[in-house]
DNA sequence: AGCCATCGTTGCATGGTCTGCAAGTTTGCG
DNA sequence: CGCAAACTTGCAGACCATGCAACGATGGCT
C-alpha cells in the first residue's frame, strides 16, 4: 500500500495546518488568530488554506469530511459473511488505532474546545454528520432503508455512542488506557447488557 | 409595573428583528438572507441590527443574552423560604407561560431549525450558556460554590431537562397542549420517579 | 527520458459578517 | 424647557469565505 508523492504532501499539509490552527488558538484564542496567520504558519497561502478545511473551526478541530466518506468504504470493504455489529467493530478498531497514535494533540484539542465553547456546536453539528454518514453506509451494507427500517439509524448512533464513551474515558484517564481496548471493552459491557435484558 | 416608551420601542425592534429574520429565512434559507435584507424588513439600519444581536443566527433563532440574566434575576426574586426546587419550579412557569403566548411563532423556528442544521450548533451552545448560567444562580441563592459542589450544576442541568422535555412534547402535541402544563408535569414525573428510587 | 492530462496552489476580485468610533436623534426627568 | 442618558445611524476597517483563472507540480504513458 504505497501512496503516492501527492496524496503524502496533500496529508501533510492538512495535518499541518490543523496543527498550526490547534496550537495558534491554544496560545492566543479562536478570535486572536486569523485565517491568514494560519496559513503562515503552515507555510502555505491563505487561499490554499480552504483547499483544506471549509471554516477556521474545522481546521481547529481537524474535521475532515472525507473521513465520513472513508468511514462508510471502510465499512463497506468488509467482508459480507461477517455480522453487521462485527462490521462496525472491526472498523471503529482501526480508527482508534489511528487516533492512538497521535496521543500528543488530544489533551490540546480538549483544552482548546474547554477555552472556546463556540467550537462545541461545531462538533455536535459534526457528530450529527458522522451518524447520519454511518446510518446510511449500514443501510447499503444490510440492504435496507434509512427512512423506513429501524436497523441503520439504531446501529449507527449505537455505534457513535459506544465511540464517545471509549473517547471520554481515554480522556479522563489522561490518555494512559489504550483507546483500541476501550473500544473494545465498551462493546462488550454494551453487548453484556443488552443479554442481560429480560426478553 | 408600567413600561416606558423606550423600553416597549426596544422591544418592538428586537421582535422585528426576530421575526423578520424568522420570515426570511423560511422564505430563502439562511444563505439567501443577509443582514442588511433583515434590517431592511424590520425598517432599521444595518448598524442597527448589532445593537440587538450579535449574529445572524442569533437573530433567527431570537436568542436573547439578556434573558439569561433575566431568568437568575428571577430566581434570584422568589421568596428565600421556598425551596430552591420549587423556586425553579415557580421561575419555569413563569418562562413557560412567557413563551406559550406566542405558539404562532413557534412552528416557524423548528421548520427552520430543521432546514437549516447549522443553527442547531449555535442552539447548542446556547443551552449551555442557558444551563451554566442558571447554576450560578443557584449556586449564588443556596450559598454554595459552582465550581467544587455538586448541587448549583445538578439542580440547573436537570431543570433544563425538564424544560426541554416540556418543550418536546409541546412540539410532537403540535403546540396544542399548554406548555406551562407540560412542565409543570415533567416536575411532577420527575419528582415521583425520584421518590421511587431504592435509598 | 519526454509528453500530456490531471490535480493542487496561488492571486485577485467579490460579497458578506461583525466591530469600533463618532456623530446625530430621541427619550426620560427634573 | 433643557440637560443627560440611551438609542440609531453612517463610515471605515478587519476578517471570513467563495468563484475564477493562471500557473506549477505530479503521475501515467510511450
Known amino acids: 500500500m504505497t501512496t503516492g508523492l501527492r496524496e503524502r504532501k496533500k496529508a501533510a499539509t492538512r495535518s499541518a495546518l490543523h496543527e498550526a490552527a490547534l496550537r495558534l488558538v491554544a496560545e492566543r484564542g ?4 486569523s485565517v491568514d496567520d494560519i496559513a ?10 480552504f483547499n483544506y478545511f471549509a471554516t477556521k473551526d ?37 480508527q482508534a488505532e489511528e487516533m492512538a497514535r497521535e496521543t500528543e494533540l488530544w489533551p490540546l484539542r480538549l483544552q482548546v474546545i474547554e477555552a472556546n465553547p ?6 455536535v453539528t459534526h457528530f450529527g454528520e458522522a451518524d447520519r454518514a454511518l446510518a446510511t453506509a449500514v443501510a447499503e451494507r444490510t440492504g435496507t432503508d434509512v427512512d423506513t427500517d429501524t436497523l441503520p439509524t439504531l446501529l449507527a448512533l449505537t455505534s457513535g455512542a459506544v465511540m464517545r464513551t471509549a473517547l471520554h474515558r481515554w480522556l479522563t484517564s489522561g490518555f ?11 462493546w462488550d459491557v454494551l453487548a453484556r447488557g443488552l443479554a442481560a435484558l429480560p426478553h
Do not use: I, N
Not at 40 to 49: E, G, L, M, N, Y
Open 30 to 33: 479562536l478570535d486572536g488568530v
Open 40 to 49: 503562515a504558519r503552515a507555510d502555505v497561502s491563505p487561499r490554499t488554506f
Open 58 to 94: 474545522d481546521a481547529v478541530l481537524g474535521l475532515d469530511p472525507a473521513e465520513l466518506r472513508r468511514t462508510a468504504q471502510a465499512l463497506a470493504g468488509r467482508p459480507a459473511d461477517e455480522s453487521t455489529v462485527a462490521a462496525l467493530r472491526a472498523v471503529q478498531r482501526e
Open 118 to 123: 463556540d467550537l462545541v456546536g461545531r462538533l
Open 176 to 186: 494512559t488506557d489504550s483507546l483500541p481496548r476501550l473500544v473494545d471493552e465498551a
